[in-house]
């Protein structure tokens, strides 16, 4: 069983800085592409930012020069640094991932998984 688990998020005023981080585990033989997205109420989930295994990163336009994102392979782990947050940047944010599974000593085609979002509010 494979799973992504979310922390860091919470309450920030405007201007201020949040740091998510993103794990995943289980029986994991490689994982591929990572990234956020974010869920505003009412709104669709819409991409942030990603990530390849290689470290080539792509951004929404809305967030770039002031979000970041990283990984750690070796902890298949990605963070997503937010500096100078607005209040339009309040969602839910999920991390999501291509991951191969190794079951039996085989590594499975990849499967696309989903955290279960962490909520991101910033305060005017």
């Known amino acids: 069983q494979v799973q992504l688990v979310e922390s860091g998020g919470g309450l920030v005023q405007a201007g201020g800085s949040l740091r998510l981080s993103c794990a995943a585990s289980g029986s994991i033989a490689g994982i591929n592409d990572m990234g956020w997205y974010r869920q505003a109420p009412g709104k669709q989930r819409e991409l942030v930012a990603t990530i390849t295994s290689g470290g080539s990163t792509s951004y929404a336009d809305s967030v770039k020069g002031r979000f970041t994102i990283s990984r750690d392979n070796a902890k298949n782990t990605i963070y997503l640094e937010m500096n100078s947050l607005k209040p339009e940047d309040t969602a839910v944010y999920y991390c999501?991932?291509?991951?191969?599974?190794?079951?039996?000593?085989?590594?499975?085609?990849?499967?696309?998984?989903w955290g279960q979002g962490t909520q991101v509010t910033v305060s005017s």
């Open positions: 999501n991932a291509d991951i191969s599974q190794r079951r039996l000593g085989i590594s499975l085609l990849p499967y696309n998984y």
